[in-house]
């Protein structure tokens, strides 16, 4: 499950990870070590000053000033370390370079929607290696948390403003992205990848978003995966969040507001482009606008919806 990492953590693919790291595991063992030394003086003295007559009176106490003082200088120093240590990685980690390459990040309910500087929008995060990248973040509803594992990367997603991370990927391949902010019934869904790729390949990629060789059937199910669709829409004819996509091509659709029509290629397109239009009985006017989308992926889309008999 943690391929390349260790027992605690995941493998480290960023040049931020290294440092995180090594100063998480300087306070894992500092605090093991000063809890194992607590635990274990309790137990010796809770041994040794035990009661042994019921007129046993003790002596008093006599102050030690080697460990008075030491009580006080020693933790502060840990403090201190700790705090130095951290205070710059903070920085490290919050302040792109400024040769960054920039990739907008919009996060809604319940996927996330990754724009590059050529145009191009995917559902996948696709970026170069040894290259940094900042990523300008913001969402369309409520807050959602952007967290690449093995990056070492996670910042908050809200709307009406904008946030970022940047990072400096290591190694070629194919990584998690989890949303940590609890943002409704479809959450624990908000999965997707990031792909890091060789710069020249992705010199490549970035022109077309690797739909270049694609049929339309073929693009509208790579959306339905990495758009967020199939969170609210499922394929096997049981009702989710939204209808299902089974058998809706050319079905009778009944409306909230009593009136009805076929779910023909016009309907589809009004339903992905301004979806609370004409809301279907017994859903919510809850989708967002997918106005972003190319011609050609509203058309794979809905040649993709066909396909669902
Ligand atoms: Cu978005 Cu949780």
């Known amino acids: 499950m943690n391929e390349g990492g260790t027992l605690w953590l995941p493998e480290q693919v960023s040049t931020l990870a290294p440092g995180m790291d090594a100063l998480f595991y300087f306070v894992s063992w500092v605090s093991l070590i000063i809890t194992v030394g607590v635990v274990a003086t309790m137990f010796y003295f809770v041994y040794k000053y035990r009661r042994r007559d019921p007129n046993e009176r003790p002596a008093p106490v006599k102050e030690s000033k080697l460990v ?29 370079p400024a ?23 995917t559902g996948v995060l696709h970026v170069p290696e040894g290259r940094p990248v900042r990523l300008v973040m913001s969402s369309t509803d409520v807050i959602h948390s952007f967290y690449v594992p093995v990056f070492r990367v996670k910042h908050d997603v809200l709307p009406n403003r904008y946030t970022s991370v940047w990072f400096e990927a290591t190694k070629t391949g194919e990584y998690d992205v989890f949303c ?10 908000m999965i997707t990848k990031v792909v890091v790729m060789e710069q020249s390949e992705f010199n490549q990629w970035v022109l077309t978003g690797g739909m270049d060789n694609m049929s339309p059937v073929e693009i509208g199910a790579l959306l339905y995966e990495q758009r967020g669709c199939k969170a609210c829409h499922g394929l096997d004819g049981a009702a989710g969040v939204g209808p299902t996509f089974k058998g809706l091509y050319g079905a009778q659709r009944n409306f909230a507001d009593g009136s009805s029509a076929e779910a023909d290629e016009n309907y589809l397109r009004e339903s992905i482009i301004a979806p609370n239009t004409r809301v279907v009985e017994g859903y919510g006017p809850v989708m967002p606008s997918f ?19």
């Open 68 to 96: 008075e003082i030491s009580w006080i200088v020693v933790p502060t120093i840990l403090v201190l370390v700790v705090f130095t240590w951290g205070f710059q990685g903070f920085i490290k980690a919050n302040v792109a």
């Open 99 to 121: 040769n960054a390459y920039e990739i907008q990040v919009k996060g809604y309910k319940w996927a996330w929607e990754f724009t590059y500087p050529t145009g191009v929008t």
């Open 180 to 189: 940590t902010e609890y943002c409704g019934t479809e959450h624990s869904g």
């Open 291 to 309: 106005a972003q989308l190319s011609e050609d992926e509203v058309s794979g889309l809905i040649a993709f919806i066909k396909e669902q008999e």
